[in-house]
């Protein structure tokens, strides 16, 4: 069985219910997400094996956390305890016209306060097949980028595959250095780099020509996508693949969905799914990256494993909460055709 080990920060999501604004809200869902951790609860429904390392206070509500990754099929033995508290996000949900909103709390939070040296990562990575991370762990703090760039460069020595998510946040950078400065020395121990078109543009000033995500109406051309990846890798020689995500935003409930993965040569182009009732999109793109970590390790093609990450993450848009809490025969099923929504007896 493969084994990926995913880094990064989990938190406490605390979400308006249904569609409520945060000013009308005197209850929140509480539930648990962060992009790493979202990879690795899909890699443990298809049957890989996931470690999610983070570093968490010892406290009822770290342990609560822990117990439902563990639940979920995901290892949490790696997990390094310390500092005061666990970060938080909440979450309005938009609807039609009115985008979602996000509101974090997560300054001083343990990952923040994390320095090289405080993982043991030739142990954690012992037999491991991919490390995987994002954009949101080194914009936390400097320690945190410090840490991460570590674990990279100790995979790459172990030959570990690496794999990113881009995932520019802008509202956390904010310790003083810019994610232009900061992610290239990251992103050049990579082979898989997965963005969207925001992604590469705020951290590498690498954007596709003529594309305005607000202005589609859900009309996406796929092939405005392969300057991006011929860019990135170039850019970043170790790269042996780039994928792009391309969301088409009809209004907050309706948006079109799919993907691009060029290897170099040739831009394959994912079915384009049409997701006319969305429940939940937050983890949409963490839902393709958990697809097409699996895709890529047991899929015979990257036709195969780009097919299974697009689905994975269409599915994705129909389940609440940031994990994608659905199977791989689920999954093959809307890639060979299913999708009617029919009940299952």
């Not at 219910?17 to 997400?33: L, N």
């Not at 962060?34 to 390392?53: D, P, Q, T």
């Not at 060029?262 to 697809?291: A, C, E, K, P, W």
Request: aromatic letters at 8%.
């Amino acid at each position: 069985m493969a084994k990926v080990v995913t880094f990064g920060e989990v938190m406490l999501r605390l979400a308006t219910p249904g569609y409520q604004r945060f000013s009308q809200a005197h209850s929140f869902d509480a539930t648990f997400g962060g992009g790493e951790a979202n990879v690795a609860v899909s890699l443990a429904n298809f049957g890989i094996e996931a470690h999610f390392v983070t570093r968490l206070p010892k406290n009822e509500i770290s342990a609560m956390c822990t117990a439902e990754l563990r639940g979920l099929g995901v290892n949490v033995d790696d997990i390094v305890y310390g500092g005061d508290r666990m970060g938080i996000y909440y979450l309005e949900t938009g609807a039609v016209a009115r985008g979602s909103k996000v509101i974090y709390d997560r300054a001083h939070s343990a990952i923040s306060e994390i320095e090289p040296g405080m993982i043991d990562w030739r142990r954690v990575l012992e037999g491991a097949d991919w490390f995987h991370w994002t954009g949101i762990t080194p914009a936390i703090s400097q320690g945190a980028a410090d840490a991460c760039l570590e674990a990279i460069r100790i995979a790459n020595e172990m030959g570990v595959k690496v794999s990113c998510d881009l995932n520019y946040r802008k509202k956390l950078w904010k310790y003083g250095k810019t994610a232009a400065e900061v992610m290239p020395s990251l992103v050049e121990g990579c082979e898989l780099i997965l963005g969207n078109e925001e992604d590469a543009e705020k951290e590498f000033g690498i954007k596709p020509e003529g594309f305005d995500p607000e202005m589609n109406g859900g009309e996406i051309d796929q092939t405005r996508f392969e300057s991006v990846c011929r860019q990135l890798m170039s850019r970043f020689p170790r790269c042996k693949r780039v994928a792009i995500t391309l969301r088409g935003s009809v209004n907050a409930n309706h948006n079109t969905w799919g993907g691009v993965l060029y290897d170099g040569n040739t831009l394959l182009q994912s079915r384009r799914y049409d997701i006319t009732h969305i429940v939940d999109r937050v983890g949409g793109g963490d839902s393709f990256m958990g697809g097409l970590l699996y895709g890529l390790i047991n899929c015979p093609t990257d036709q195969g494993a780009l097919e299974f990450a697009a689905a994975a993450s269409c599915l994705k848009h129909t389940v609440s909460g940031d994990y994608n809490r659905v199977s791989k025969d689920e999954v093959e099923s809307l890639v060979n055709g299913g999708g009617s929504g029919r009940v299952s007896r």
